[in-house]
């Protein structure tokens, strides 16, 4: 069992939690993931490894509530455990010898931003990050970016917070204004990601992006999590818990991720709603 040792709300639907793992700790890296379970008969979910303290033993996690799993962890409390917590798992983020680079997240997947940018800025890059919001109600982790970039810009697709648009709109900028990147790394909705491809290209800067498909065991058994690579004309399938997750973004092909992200929609939904009946009877 995997003891919870700090729970903090984010915002109304995004909580971040330590986990006690120090074996996960001591190996963890920026762009690693972990599979966990919340009881013994739970289903698996992967999460991205948000942070760690290797000294503590802690792994940080961050989630937004959207299906049954995250429901049931969310209604954790700090002292409390949760059944099984395995990783790191996936290759960690390449960050040898760049020297100037613009890390992008979008919603959630700020928490996969973060400790790249942390990482980066560590090693002495020069660290832009552009982070991305729906609404001022969703912003997160602003206050972690400022101390992990040396220059930060966040938008919201309303405007009611910072610049208004998305991510695209202050990267485009930066591009056409002569800003130039050793690379870009991307993460968060695959249409985001994908924008986010299309705006670089003209650009020739390498691009980077995590790939987050539907995942069940993360050690490439399952073939859940495959996703196609095109390159001279070439497709090639590729597994993200194993390849990845993350991969180049010129080469993914995102209009069947996106597809293929849809498939289970309908039944994570029917399993959320199954458990909130479930809460609210339990109350």
């Known amino acids: 069992m995997y003891r919870i040792e700090n ?3 984010l915002n109304e639907t995004v909580t ?4 006690f793992a120090p074996l996960v700790a001591a190996k963890a890296r920026a762009g690693q993931f972990v599979i966990l379970r919340v009881d013994g008969d739970g289903e698996r979910i992967p999460l991205t490894i948000a942070g760690w303290d290797r000294a503590k033993g802690l792994v940080k996690i ?10 049931r962890l969310s209604k954790k409390e700090a002292g409390e455990e949760i059944a099984d917590f395995v990783g790191p798992l996936g290759r960690e983020s390449e960050t040898a ?18 400790p790249l ?26 206050e972690e970016f400022s101390r992990s970039a040396a220059r930060l810009y966040l938008t919201t697709d ?5 610049e208004k648009g998305n991510v695209t709109t202050p990267l485009k900028r930066l591009l056409d204004g002569g800003a130039r990147f050793d690379a870009v790394f991307a993460s968060g909705p695959l249409v985001m990601m994908k924008g986010v491809v299309e705006t670089v290209r003209p650009f020739g800067i390498p691009v980077t992006v995590s790939m987050n498909p539907i995942m069940i065991d993360g050690t490439g058994m399952c073939g859940g999590c495959r996703l196609t690579l095109i390159s001279d004309g070439k497709r090639q399938m590729k597994f993200a818990c194993v390849d990845g997750p993350d991969f180049d973004g010129y080469a993914v092909d995102f209009d069947e991720a996106i597809v293929r992200n849809k498939m289970y929609t309908n039944f994570e939904r029917a399993a959320y709603e199954r458990a909130c009946r479930l809460f ?3 109350k």
Not at 131 to 142: D, H, N, P, T
Request: proline share 0%.
């Open 16 to 19: 971040e939690m330590d986990i």
């Open 280 to 282: 609210q009877v339990n």
């Open 97 to 114: 010898g760049l020297k100037k680079v613009c890390v992008v997240g979008g919603g959630v997947a700020a928490a996969i931003a973060l």
């Open 158 to 162: 309303d405007g009611s917070y910072a």
């Open 7 to 9: 729970k903090r709300k």
């Open 62 to 71: 961050v989630f937004q509530t959207v299906g049954s799993t995250t429901l």
């Open 117 to 142: 940018a942390r990482t980066l800025f560590d090693e002495g890059a020069d660290v832009t990050a552009i982070v991305g919001f729906r609404s001022k109600a969703q912003v997160i982790l602003e």
